[in-house]
């Protein structure tokens, strides 16, 4: 298991129950503890070497999962009180390596599209989308090698 390294992300193991007819990939519970609440879900797509961000949520928290193709997501923290600011923690997800990454506000995230088709991204937020609560940076304002993954 990748060793998260910023203060507030987690990244957990979840069930993916196999099926002959099609499998089940479990999302989230109430009961979890990293759950905050619901507000919306959506899926997101990502072409093959595609990359999508930098954004940072200033209230809402992001579950992310992957059930479809294989998605390198690039969280970095900048936080000024947070005692992980300037580290950079990435992981792939997909079915193979299937898990949630909870991302709290307040972080940067970025996303590739590693799988060689579409890619297939389902976020459950805690809360709906609202345009002034994002704030968006182009990739090169954050120093970050893309190639390396």
Known sequence: MDEVNIKGLSLKSINKIFHPKGDI???IKKSDSDYHGFGEAYFSTINSRQIKGWNKHKKMTLNLFVSFGEVAFVIYDD???SN?????FDVRL??????RLTVPPS????????????????NIANL????????????DKID??????
């Open 25 to 27: 990939y479990h999302a």
């Open 79 to 81: 936080r000024k009180d």
């Open 84 to 88: 992980t600011k300037g580290k950079f």
């Open 94 to 99: 997909s079915p193979k390596n299937y898990r």
């Open 107 to 122: 972080l940067w995230v970025a996303f590739k599209g590693i799988g060689k088709d579409l890619n297939l991204i389902l």
């Open 128 to 139: 709906e989308h609202d345009p002034e609560e994002i704030e968006k940076l182009e990739l």
């Open 144 to 149: 970050y090698n893309w190639n390396s993954i």
